[in-house]
């Protein structure tokens, strides 16, 4: 488990349909009740992958993104 | 048994029905994906998963990496047990122990299958609302290009891959942007200097859009690039008047 929220809260998107469904209903109440602070909430909210992938490695150092080419 | 899969890009969401089932069912699996939140989602899935991200080493040739992730899945599949490797995007795409583990597993006489999985180049077409038969498509990774300088109709699109680690064979754990400049200059003698081209990522979460940053080729030399980046080179003239639309606009790049 990462020790970062937003990283937590990513994965649990990705496991559950209930969550997505839950995220596209109303984000802002999901990520309440997920206890995601104003500041995680309005990262989140910007849809940006850069900005969530950099907070998450603000929160989580070793959640660190592999550079995973497997070619060439 | 082998069975290999594509996770898709996106977390979760890009995960196929097949390949979830073949994850979850595998007496073993390794896996390699690009970020934590994929490797959560598979571990989830089957608690005997395991990375094979441990085999790259800075500065070794990323091809002794992909020896010893072959070699790993091999010996798994030689034990007698039902495994599964997942490469994130589309196992067959730019991956080469995908297809050498089917290939070392075939010539063993084991039962090997690949199943597709949504590809990094399957995200692009979607997110920049380009279609590869309006123009035609040019695909090439990006060191190869550099490497080989072969003929380009500028007509129709191109796509360099791997840009992030261009003229580089060992890995890196960061872009390397010291090969961008001898690629600005190939460019450069095919393509006007204000021509403008798109560095692209896909969203590997559940949630939100693609990395899309626009450049002019003159600047392509000094562009910052994400991790994964392709570089998007849309036609510089058009074909035929059929063509016309699509060669000048990238609709959801803005």
């Known amino acids: ?72 | 048994v082998l069975t290999v899969v594509g996770t898709g890009i996106r977390a979760g969401v890009q995960l196929t029905p097949e390949a979830r089932e073949a994850i979850e069912q595998a007496d073993d699996v390794r896996f390699l994906v690009a970020e934590a939140v994929a490797e959560s989602l598979i571990v989830s899935l089957n608690p005997r998963a395991r990375s094979l991200d441990r085999h790259y080493r800075r500065g070794v040739a990323r091809r002794v990496a992909y020896e010893a992730m072959t070699a790993e899945i091999l010996g798994l599949v030689r034990g007698g047990k039902d495994v599964c490797a997942a490469f994130y995007g589309h196992p067959g795409i730019f991956c080469t122990p995908a297809h050498e583990s089917v290939r070392r597993a075939r010539a063993e006489g084991f039962e090997t299958t690949m199943l597709p999985g949504i590809s990094a180049e399957d995200c692009l077409f979607a997110d920049l609302g380009l279609d590869p038969g309006v123009t035609g498509c040019q695909s090439y990774e990006a060191s190869a290009f550099l490497e080989r300088r072969p003929p380009v109709d500028v007509a129709a699109l191109l796509l360099l891959w791997q840009v992030s680690v261009l003229g580089r064979d060992d890995y890196v754990p960061e872009p390397d942007p010291s090969g961008l400049p001898a690629l600005a200059d190939a460019l450069l003698a095919i393509y006007p200097a204000e021509h403008e081209a798109l560095l692209y990522e896909a969203s590997p979460y559940p949630i939100g859009g693609p990395v899309v940053r626009p450049v002019r080729l003159s600047e392509l030399g000094d562009a910052s690039l994400p991790p994964l980046a392709t570089l998007v080179v849309p036609p510089s003239r058009p074909s035929s008047e059929r063509t016309a639309a699509a060669a000048t606009s990238f609709p959801f790049a803005s």
């Open chain 1, 1 to 72: 488990m990462s020790k970062s929220r937003i990283a937590e809260y990513m994965a649990l998107l990705a496991r559950s349909e209930r969550a997505r469904k839950a995220h596209r209903e109303d984000a802002d109440k999901a990520m309440r009740e997920f206890g995601l602070t104003d500041e995680q909430r309005a990262i989140i909210a910007t849809k940006d992958p850069e900005a969530i992938k950099e907070a998450v490695r603000k929160e989580d150092p070793d959640a660190v993104q592999t550079l995973a080419i497997v070619f060439g």
